[in-house]
């Protein structure tokens, strides 16, 4: 099945130490999204791709970064964790000509200690 | 600017009973609707959404939606629910031609034994 994965799905890190999650999609979808979601929230757009366009949300703290090596892939990078940083990320697809909807990853679990 | 105003943050209801889940937008044109379902620890799923034509859609799980264009909501409703139906859920709209979606702040759904 056609679907949006991400690894690890659990992650704990030390407060300032580097970390990068992971997506991958066999949807074959030219967009794709990372949110942030704490408990209770609903989920915050940090950054999306275009193909290899980067569209960065104004509010996103620069400790976040996003890469895109192709169209399957998709990494964030966050350079130094901080305790607010602890949150599910989720990583989602869509077409860019489609009508919007977007698929989503099960989500990791970013512990930072 | 979109908006999404879901007004109720926590909803408990006995299982078998009927529920509705409301939802208010604000955009300027007719948009793109959508509900989301998620399960703890889990990413989004789509219920169900909206694009054009019939108001009354119908999506998975046995959920349904209308679309009332004078009243700027999306109401989720469902006739009999199950204990596999607590989760929370996420009102969301687009605006035709754009990349991103604007999300509500969710409803959590409890059952009742």
């Known amino acids: 099945d056609a679907m949006v994965i991400q690894n690890p799905r659990y992650q704990v890190t030390q407060f300032g130490k580097p970390v990068t999650l992971s997506c991958s999609q066999t949807l074959n979808h030219n967009v794709m999204y990372w949110y942030q979601q704490k408990s209770s929230q609903a989920p915050k757009l940090l950054f999306h791709?275009?193909?290899?366009?980067?569209?960065n949300e104004a509010d996103t703290p620069d400790n976040f970064q996003s890469r895109r090596p192709n169209t399957s892939f998709c990494f964030l990078d966050i350079r130094s964790p901080g305790l607010g940083d602890a949150a599910m990320y989720l990583c989602?697809?869509?077409?860019?000509?489609?009508?919007?909807?977007?698929?989503f990853g099960p989500g990791t679990r970013l512990t930072v200690l | 600017a979109q908006s999404v105003t879901q007004p109720d943050i926590h909803i408990t209801v006995s299982e078998g009973a009927s529920l509705e889940l409301r939802c208010n937008y604000s955009?300027?044109?007719?948009?793109?609707l959508f509900w989301y379902v998620q399960s703890p620890g889990q990413g989004l799923q789509l219920l169900l959404k909206?694009?054009?034509?019939?108001?009354l859609v119908q999506g998975i799980k046995g959920f349904e939606a209308e679309f009332k264009r004078s009243q700027s909501s999306f109401n989720l409703r469902k006739p009999s629910v199950h204990w596999s139906d607590a989760a929370e859920y996420f009102c969301?709209?687009?605006?035709?031609?754009?990349?991103?979606?604007?999300f509500g702040q969710g409803t959590r759904l409890t059952i009742n034994p």
């Open positions: 909206y694009f054009s034509g019939d108001t």
């Open positions: 791709y275009y193909d290899k366009d980067f569209n």
């Open positions: 989602a697809t869509s077409w860019r000509t489609g009508q919007g909807e977007q698929f």
């Open positions: 955009y300027g044109a007719t948009p793109y």
């Open positions: 969301a709209v687009g605006a035709r031609g754009a990349q991103k979606l604007v």
